[in-house]
């Protein structure tokens, strides 16, 4: 085994990295710097409302703390073998047999489901996940993500899908979609986020927000950055989901370490 050539690929990999953390983060205090100036010269809240933008309760002020995360997208045909079991692109979908099908009651919904999970429920890796309530006019679908010290996941690559009827409210499972992240540990030490006021603000000065809309609901979890050699980055990051109709809910991100927004291309770095 030629150690020397594998060293260099780490070298060449960690270095990649480095150097897009440090480009992102230098580009996002240019293009923060005059919305930060602005934002401060008056109260965010009440700029909102002058713009008739409504929203419940206050923005914190609280400041968190998170990490660059590293993990890698599990690999379904190590741990299944089952041939109602479909596998595409490190996602999973099973259909359960009628014996392991459960009936919970919409009501208890988070009780009952996390029982099922953490139980002898037939889910692949179950006990890692939890469930997500997301500000959305539908009811036909059931989301749960993985976590990381308390923060979940709000990406692709880390969520347990059930759909369910519309109205019912006993609710049978028969079946799921997942994605899994493994191998899940830090790249940096814990370093401080952005609160929730100061993402609103970044979201306002960039007309992010229309007028005469509504902020429904904000959350503070992991996304995905960038993907270098298989392995995903990730990053703390604020959603915010606004509602500009009563049909239409649009979501927003914050990048909370640089409090930027987020566009939605996924870069892959290859090197």
């Not at 005059?34 to 401060?40: L, Q, R």
């Not at 996940?129 to 010290?149: A, G």
């Not at 229309?210 to 703390?236: C, G, H, M, Q």
Request: charged residues 25%; contains cysteine; glycine residues 2%.
């Amino acid at each position: 085994m030629d150690f020397k050539r594998i060293e260099l690929i780490f070298f060449c990999a960690f270095l990649s990295l480095n150097l897009f953390l440090l480009y992102t983060f230098r580009q996002s205090q240019v293009d923060q710097g005059p919305t930060s100036e602005i934002a401060t010269a008056a109260d965010i809240e009440s700029r909102l409302k002058a713009d008739k933008i409504s929203f419940e309760g206050t923005f914190s002020a609280k400041i968190y703390d998170g990490y660059y995360l590293s993990a890698e997208a599990t690999n379904f045909h190590d741990v299944v073998q089952d041939s109602y079991d479909k596998i595409e692109n490190h996602r999973l979908s099973r259909t359960l047999p009628l014996a392991s099908q459960i009936t919970i009651d919409r009501q208890n919904l988070e009780k009952e489901l996390t029982s099922f999970l953490i139980g002898d429920a037939p889910i692949v890796f179950g006990a890692d996940y939890r469930l997500r309530e997301l500000p959305s006019n539908e009811q036909n679908e059931i989301v749960l993500s993985q976590e990381f010290e308390g923060v979940p996941f709000n990406d692709e690559t880390s969520e347990l899908h059930f759909d369910v009827p519309d109205a019912e409210e006993k609710i049978t499972l028969k079946g799921y979609t997942q994605t899994h992240l493994s191998e899940i540990q830090p790249l940096r030490e814990k370093q401080e986020v952005v609160s929730e006021n100061a993402a609103i603000k970044t979201l306002y000065m960039s007309n992010r927000i229309p007028s005469e809309s509504k902020v429904v609901k904000t959350e503070l979890a992991y996304t995905r950055l960038f993907t270098v050699r298989d392995k995903n980055v990730y990053i703390p990051a604020w959603f915010v989901w606004i509602e500009t109709n009563k049909n239409n809910i649009q979501m927003e991100r914050i990048n909370a370490f640089t409090n930027s927004v987020i566009s939605a291309s996924i870069p892959e770095v290859k090197k």
